[in-house]
């Protein structure tokens, strides 16, 4: 079973910079975008970010300008940059790679906490 594996998480005081990376555990075929959700408690599932394979690249309004995704094809890598981190920025946060329009793949997700 394919799943993908992510770090970077943790706790940052509010305006701090956090970056979470993403790999797959193993190579995933036909992939058309890698994009990284996010869940707060008690809050429905929302993506935040997407990079398509055409490197087209959206942003949920609540990042946009302070959250970049981007990826390292040679070390089979997908990263996203969060800086001005706030507290509606906590979330336990999920790389998750497409395949056919549909978002197949998941990690487990890494806990980010904004506070001071």
């Known amino acids: 079973q394919v799943t993908l594996v992510e770090s970077g998480g943790g706790l940052v005081q509010p305006g701090g910079s956090l970056r979470l990376s993403c790999t797959p555990s193993?190579?995933?075929?036909?992939?058309?975008?890698m994009g990284w959700f996010r869940q707060a408690p008690g809050k429905q599932r929302e993506l935040v970010a997407r990079i398509k394979i055409t490197d087209s690249i959206n942003y949920a309004d609540s990042v946009k300008g302070r959250f970049t995704i981007s990826r390292d094809n040679a070390k089979n890598m997908v990263y996203l940059q969060m800086n001005s981190l706030k507290p509606e920025d906590t979330a336990v946060y999920y790389c998750?790679?497409?395949?056919?329009?549909?978002?197949?793949?998941w990690g487990l997700g890494t806990q980010v906490t904004v506070s001071s």
């Open positions: 193993q190579p995933i075929l036909s992939i058309d975008a």
């Open positions: 998750t790679a497409r395949v056919s329009s549909v978002w197949s793949y």
